[in-house]
T-cell receptor, first 116, second 109 residues
Framework: ETGVTQTPRHLVMGMTNKKSLKCEQH?????MYWYKQSAKKPLELMFV???????ENNSVPSRFSPECPNSSHLFLHLHTLQPEDSALYLC???????????????FGPGTRLTVL | GQNIDQPTEMTATEGAIVQINCTYQ??????LFWYQQHAGEAPTFLSY????GLEEKGRFSSFLSRSKGYSYLLLKELQMKDSASYLC??????????FGKGTRLSVIA
């Protein structure tokens, strides 16, 4: 247990569905991240929230929409996904002053998403 | 720009030593992380190098050469439980972490 929890752990959805992934950290950190991990590809940073500042990877499609209501909770809203979006989605948190801080990131167990 | 290169797969024998290399081209480089990820699990932090040289932490050591854009992770006295993917990631002052594709290490008896 790293102090970062994610739900659900597995999700199967159709291309017309809308679903949300949830992440919660119990470490008192002030930065949270969404990553996408596909087979044979590097871990890809999607979004970062830190001290109410948000950074997004410009290559992430708009069908992925993050929400960070407070420093402990992070959501990833999904709609009209494509089969190529099937991957492991990892949430992470860290203690840092800015989104560029080097502090160690603690990862959640991930949500395995399959888009049919 | 950011570019990280590490071998895709490696195999080593239980009890042996293995070195996993990572080369990078990272503008504004600050430091380099190594993470371990077992299949189906979250990545976990192993080390963070900022200065040149070797840092030892039990059976694991990590080395950095900033001038050569090169790092390695050294695993000694390999155990079966060390079978995992090892992720190299660079940190720079103007981008969040950038990860390599990872090296899948298989430890065999």
């Amino acid at each position: 247990e790293t102090g970062v929890t994610q739900t659900p752990r597995h999700l199967v959805m159709g291309m017309t569905n809308k679903k949300s992934l949830k992440c919660e950290q119990h470490l008192g950190h002030n930065a949270m991240y969404w990553y996408k991990q596909s087979a044979k590809k590097p871990l890809e940073l999607m979004f970062v929230y830190s001290l109410e500042e948000r950074v997004e990877n410009n290559s992430v499609p708009s069908r992925f929409s993050p929400e960070c209501p407070n420093s402990s909770h992070l959501f990833l809203h999904l709609h009209t996904l494509q089969p190529e979006d099937s991957a492991l989605y990892l949430c992470a948190s860290s203690q840092g002053g800015t989104i560029y801080s080097y502090n160690e990131q603690f990862f959640g167990p991930g949500t395995r998403l399959t888009v049919l | 720009g950011q570019n990280i290169d590490q071998p895709t797969e490696m195999t080593a024998t239980e009890g042996a030593i293995v070195q996993i290399n990572c080369t990078y081209q990272t503008s504004g480089f600050n430091g380099l992380f190594w993470y371990q990820q077992h299949a189906g699990e979250a990545p976990t932090f192993l080390s963070y190098n900022v200065l040149d040289g070797l840092e030892e932490k039990g059976r694991f050591s990590s080395f950095l050469s900033r001038s050569k854009g090169y790092s390695y992770l050294l695993l000694k006295e390999l155990q079966m439980k060390d079978s995992a993917s090892y992720l190299c990631a660079t940190h720079s002052g103007n981008t969040p972490l950038v990860f390599g594709k990872g090296t899948r290490l298989s430890v065999i008896a």
